[in-house]
């Protein structure tokens, strides 16, 4: 089994910037390949970013490419995402998840997820 726990979200105004973390328990770290994920209300989930364990690649949805960036710090068991020039489109409540194997963009194929932080951006 693996914990996740999300923190960082808020209210922000348009343009500003948070930093989201999200710290894993139960299962070595490393080996887990991790994502964000998002969902507004009254929408599906979707993609934001993944990293994966093996040497750090990391994938980007196309509305967040250039103003989102995932990192991790194994020693630390966190995974982060640093959100910047943020728009209104970007509220919603994000969640980490985590995998083994092999990252994706699909939530269905995510084993672990956490309880999720909300993110407001004003206008």
């Known amino acids: 089994q693996v914990q996740l726990l999300e923190s960082g979200g808020g209210l922000v105004q348009a343009g500003g910037s948070l930093r989201l973390s999200c710290a894993a328990s139960?299962?070595?770290?490393?080996?887990?390949?991790m994502a964000w994920f998002r969902q507004a209300p009254g929408k599906e989930r979707e993609f934001v970013s993944a990293i994966w364990w093996s040497d750090a690649t990391a994938a980007y949805a196309d509305s967040v490419k250039g103003r989102f960036t995932i990192s991790r710090d194994n020693a630390k068991n966190t995974v982060y995402l640093q959100m910047n020039s943020l728009k209104p489109e970007d509220t919603a409540v994000y969640y980490c998840a985590a995998r083994p194997n092999y990252s994706s963009r699909r939530p269905y194929e995510y084993d672990y997820w956490g309880q999720g932080t909300q993110v407001t951006v004003s206008s």
């Open positions: 139960g299962r070595t770290f490393s080996t887990l390949n």
